[in-house]
């Protein structure tokens, strides 16, 4: 494996981040053996990975304050799965800031009448885009959470990875074709090590 290879940036998304906005942002911060990696080390990153997700319009600047705080729910949602990974109960510091940011912007719903008859519309209520787009992330997390996919939201098996995941199969355990192939490769250095070792007198 060359530099190159090794560097986290060149990592592709894991399994379920395309469906699931509040795991890519949980993922867009991760170590690998090659280092740590930050998607969202400026502003300017912030808003690009807001913008492809369409959580913002294309013309929307945040304020800083907004970006701490996509930034320390990036965190939270972080407390959370691997919580839940773990079959344990989050910190109630990240259930309450979870809470806070779904009280920012609470969806509203309308019913509206089609010519089909009676329609349930969701709308999010006024506020700064950034409100706006923390609650959907939060919603989101937390139909992820309590919904089918729940049970399947994984920590990556391959030591030195913090990549979270959703699980096709029960036997995947890891978050990328690169970090299943980094564990054999260990695994198959580890036994050449025993097999020095029961050499040694
Ligand atoms: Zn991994």
Redesign the pocket.
């Known amino acids: 494996m060359d530099a190159v290879e090794r560097l986290p940036s060149t990592?592709g998304p894991?399994p379920g981040e395309k469906q699931y906005a509040s795991l890519a942002l949980v993922n867009t911060e991760f170590a690998?053996p090659g280092g740590l990696y930050d998607g969202l080390s400026d502003a300017d990153a912030a808003h690009e990975w807001l913008r492809e997700r369409g959580l913002i319009a294309a013309r929307t600047r945040v304020g800083a304050d907004g970006i701490r705080r996509l930034l320390v729910l990036r965190d939270t949602l972080r407390v959370i799965f691997t919580a839940h990974d773990a079959g344990e109960r989050p910190t109630e510091d990240a259930l309450g800031r979870l809470n806070r940011t779904l009280a920012t912007a609470p969806g509203v719903r309308e019913l509206t009448w089609t010519e089909e008859g009676p329609a349930l519309t969701l709308h999010h209520r006024a506020g700064a885009a950034i409100d706006v787009a923390l609650a959907l992330l939060a919603e989101e997390a937390a139909e992820l959470l309590t919904g089918p996919d729940g049970a399947k939201l994984s920590a990556?098996?391959?030591r030195g990875?913090t990549?979270l995941?959703i699980r096709a199969h029960a036997s995947r355990r890891?978050?990328?074709d690169?970090?299943g192939n980094r564990v054999r490769a260990a695994r198959h250095y580890a036994g050449h090590g025993r097999a020095v070792t029961r050499q040694a007198p």
């Open positions: 990592q894991a690998l990556c098996g391959a990875c990549r995941f890891w978050c990328s690169r970090c």
